[in-house]
């Protein structure tokens, strides 16, 4: 039987305190139940162990909330549980998200004996005002320490823009630090305003920059990588030659995943399912030996079609149309001639790949949705 390709993601949902931005499933008041949770994770990865036997997975990323919040043994035995339950590739990609105040010499030797061979690091801004506005338990100091444990490792660091007072030369002074610390790879998110979370009301308020001034931070922050020597492979992901995120990749060609742990979402043979966010849920489903998914839905061929064109849209390297007409057994630019005359200006093709323009990658969902309404 052909082998298959897929990535692993799991979901732990720790943290010492909830940023103001944050929208993820994480809980800070709940660490103590730490041990139990990851007991539930190794079991639910025996639940999938055979439907999953024919797949080689690439990567294994380690998200959150603050996976190195919680002790570092567990995550040991996570690693372990993956490779015993899982044909892990031999090099695979394992990545751990960790948070710069809760990293120690210690933890780092343990994840690195393990093989975590990838590290993405919170740092979000250097201005320490601005980390305490936002809610961060660290400084930039913790962050320097942190890179320092990090020396010669593969690491990432995040950047964000469009934060309360936040000029362009905050974000530079950000980038010039975390390339100064040893990231190879540096991702630039904007921040994105959730209803529900503190940092809605901020933008309610109009304190936040709005979306013209965002757009300037982005393109500072993006001259400053480019002439740092980072390239731009996806819309806010940027690296050093050859460092690019195996993990997001698979993500962004639409390969497949399977997540594990509260809220996690997967997609396998063209079904998109999704765990419980509830946390007591959760353990409910794993100890009465029950898959925790709630939310399952299979792709039909137009969902898939827009999937991969919206997905390679927001890559550097935009859409394989050859690779596209090949799987769909259609030809793009017959399909969806009226869409591209609507969008033809911001748009170029480049041998076998279609893609967004590079002055308007950072606006590409206004040209993505167009495909969506086509």
């Keep these: 039987m052909e082998q298959k390709h897929a990535g692993i993601y799991v ?42 036997k024919n797949y080689v997975f690439d990567t294994l990323y380690i998200g959150g909330g603050t996976p190195s919040v919680i002790d570092e043994s567990y995550i040991a035995m996570l690693v372990a549980s993956a490779k015993k339950n899982f044909n892990l590739a ?14 120690t010499e210690d933890k780092i030797d343990l994840y690195k004996k393990v093989g975590i061979n990838r590290f993405s690091v919170g740092l979000q801004t250097a201005v320490d005002s601005q980390l305490e506005d936002i809610g961060r338990i660290h400084n930039t100091q913790d962050f320097i320490d942190c890179a320092n444990l990090l020396k010669g490792c593969n690491f990432n660091a995040d950047v964000m823009i469009g934060l309360k007072g936040q000029t362009a030369d ?21 921040l994105t305003p959730e209803d529900g979370t503190p940092v809605y009301t901020q933008y309610l308020n109009g304190e936040l920059p709005d979306g013209d001034e965002v757009a300037a931070l982005y393109d500072a922050g993006y001259a400053r990588l480019k002439e740092l020597g980072f390239a731009r492979y996806e819309v806010s992901n940027f690296c050093k030659k050859g460092k690019e995120s195996r993990h997001n990749l698979n993500y962004w060609r639409r390969g497949e995943y399977i997540g594990f742990g509260v809220s ?4 396998i043979n063209n079904v998109r399912f999704t765990n419980t966010f509830d946390l007591d849920e959760y353990f409910k489903c794993i ?23 919206m997905l390679a849209l927001r890559t550097a390297e935009g859409l394989n149309t050859v690779d596209f007409n090949l799987k769909f057994a259609t030809d793009f630019y017959k399909e969806f001639a009226p869409v591209l005359q609507k969008v033809q200006e911001y748009v170029k093709t480049c041998g076998n790949f279609f893609r967004i323009k590079d002055e308007y990658l950072f606006v590409q969902n206004s040209i993505i949705l167009e495909f969506l309404n086509s």
């Design 11 to 52: 979901h732990i949902p720790f943290c010492k305190r909830k940023c103001s931005y944050c929208d993820f499933t994480s809980f800070p008041d709940k660490i103590n139940l730490a041990e139990s949770y990851m007991a539930c994770i190794y079991r639910e990865m025996t639940f999938r162990r055979e439907e999953l």
């Design 287 to 309: 100890f009465t030996d029950h898959l925790p998914v709630v939310d399952s839905e299979e792709i039909d061929l137009e969902g898939q079609k827009f999937e991969t064109i």
């Design 90 to 103: 031999k090099d695979a990609e394992i990545t751990i998200e960790v948070n710069p105040g809760t990293v």
């Design 264 to 267: 996690a979402s997967s997609c």
């Design 170 to 190: 905050d974000v530079v002074n950000t980038i010039n630090l975390a390339a100064g610390c040893g990231a190879s790879h540096i991702s630039m998110y904007a």
